[in-house]
C-alpha cells in the first residue's frame, strides 16, 4: 500500500534551518504532485508549497514564500521541504501528501490530496 513517511523535524533556533523529508512508498513517485502542509495546536491544516510531478513547477503560501523551498527526487521517491530563516510561528506539525496527477500542476487544498503522511514536528525556539 502507499506509504509517506516524513522525517528529519526537530528543534532549532529562530534563525536556523532545518530539511524533511519525505519517503513514498508504493505508488509510481514520478507520477504524483506532492505537497507540505502544516498544522499547530489548535490551528487548521495549513498549506505550505506543492510541486509538480517532473518538478517542474512549485507553489508556496505567502508566509513561506522566499524562506523555504520544496523539491524532489523521483529517482530516490522522496519529497523534500528546506526551510530556512525560521521563526516561532513556523513551528508545526510537517505533513507530506500526493495525488495523481496526470499533466504538469500542483494542489494547493488539503483535499485534494488522496494520500497523507504522519507528519513530522518542527519547533522553532525564539
Known amino acids: 500500500q502507499v506509504q509517506l513517511v516524513e522525517s528529519g523535524g526537530g528543534l532549532v533556533q529562530a534563525g536556523g534551518s532545518l530539511r524533511v523529508s519525505c519517503a513514498a512508498s508504493?505508488?509510481?513517485?514520478?507520477?504524483?504532485?506532492m505537497g507540505w502542509f502544516r498544522q499547530a495546536p489548535g490551528k487548521a491544516r495549513e498549506f505550505v508549497a506543492s510541486?509538480?510531478?517532473?518538478?517542474?513547477?512549485?507553489a508556496y503560501s505567502d508566509a513561506v514564500k522566499g524562506r523555504f523551498t520544496i523539491s524532489r527526487d523521483n529517482a530516490k521517491n522522496t519529497l523534500y521541504l528546506q526551510m530556512n530563516s525560521l521563526k516561532p510561528e513556523d513551528t508545526s506539525v510537517y505533513y507530506c501528501?500526493?495525488?495523481?496527477?496526470?499533466?504538469?500542476?500542483?494542489?494547493?487544498?488539503?483535499?485534494?490530496?488522496?494520500?497523507w503522511g504522519q507528519g513530522t514536528q518542527v519547533t522553532v525556539s525564539s
Open positions: 510541486i509538480s510531478r517532473s518538478g517542474g513547477s512549485t
Open positions: 501528501a500526493a495525488e495523481l496527477s496526470s499533466g504538469s500542476g500542483y494542489y494547493l487544498k488539503s483535499y485534494e490530496y488522496h494520500y
Open positions: 508504493g505508488l509510481t513517485f514520478s507520477r504524483y504532485a
